[in-house]
């Protein structure tokens, strides 16, 4: 069995911050949208927000971690930061992916749609803050600033 309780640590830093991503678009729709945004924005924002935060926070989080111990970085913002740049890039490579060819035209002027600029802005701020969350989620629950010195290493 693994003593280590980072797996669990990311998963559930992942499952919080995703959930607090999701509540907080689900707000934001209640706001700007109407009854059929609302409706629609929970599910929504709840799967997109949490199956990949889950699934990316147990592999690369959780490699993270192990690259993390190795080295001696047990702060808050060596588990925060990685998981905002993850957050931030891997929404923004999804999105150009699928809808590079209409933020293209935006950014040569063919097209005359603001979203098209905005959005993948958008998407990739929220990643960031949603990635932010998970690993210091995962940190506070985790908390390798408190992990005892190896007594056999410490001569070497």
Do not use: C
Request: glycine share 10%.
């Amino acid at each position: 069995m693994n003593r280590d309780p980072i797996f669990r640590a990311m998963l559930i830093g992942a499952l919080a911050a995703g959930t607090i991503g999701a509540l907080a678009s689900f707000a934001l729709a209640s706001v700007v949208g109407g009854r059929a945004a609302t409706l629609f924005a929970l599910p929504f924002w709840l799967f997109v927000t949490i199956a990949p935060t889950a699934s990316i926070a147990v592999t690369l989080g959780v490699a993270w971690h192990g690259l993390a111990q190795r080295r001696g970085w047990r702060s808050l913002t060596t588990y925060a930061a990685p998981g905002a740049a993850i957050g931030l890039l891997i929404p923004a490579a999804v999105y150009l992916l699928i809808w590079g060819a209409q933020f293209g035209a935006a950014l040569r002027g063919e097209a005359s749609s603001a979203a098209a600029l905005v959005l993948p802005l958008l998407v990739s701020l929220y990643g960031a803050l949603v990635g932010a969350m998970t690993g210091a989620l995962a940190w506070v629950i985790r908390r390798p600033d408190r992990d005892a010195a190896n007594p056999l290493k410490a001569g070497e």
